[in-house]
């Protein structure tokens, strides 16, 4: 009997297959795809071929990663730049990507999106004191992967520090 936790044997062409639909779905990095060649069982030099041939044939495009992963975090999830970042580099995104993708971002969108933010926590908080309650809002705006600079600009635009 067969382990359940053992990567099923494919030949090459059954995982160039199967990496090609992976990367159809949606799009991937570079570590996610090789992550999943690797549960698959490729190795060596096979691995890398096929890495190549999802390249070449453009099912695997880093930059195209790169950009749709930050504008989808941003417009969808309302991320700032330092929690994109983070999620880029986890991915495996090279810096030089990674800093195009974060520049792609439009700055009034940005900015309006966390002043967005900041009214709509701002309603929420039941904190009576001022201090404490841009204190609260900081964190929060923080936490979204905003940067302290923008954050305290937000604030005083929508008169609430």
Known sequence: ????????????????????????????????VRTKLLELGMRGDELEEILSDLILHNFLNEERFAMNYASGKFNIKKWGRIKI???LKLK???????????????????????TDLAIKKAKLLNEKDPFKRKIKLMYYLQSRGFENDLILVALKNSNLN
Do not use: W
């Open 1 to 32: 009997m067969k382990s359940s936790n053992q990567a099923p044997i494919l030949d090459k062409k059954q995982a160039l297959a199967k990496a090609e639909s992976f990367c159809a779905y949606q799009e991937r990095s570079q570590k996610e």
């Open 85 to 87: 970042k983070q999620g």
């Open 92 to 114: 495996g995104v090279p810096e030089k990507l990674l800093q195009k993708a974060l520049y792609s971002l439009d700055d009034d969108d940005y900015l309006k999106t966390l």
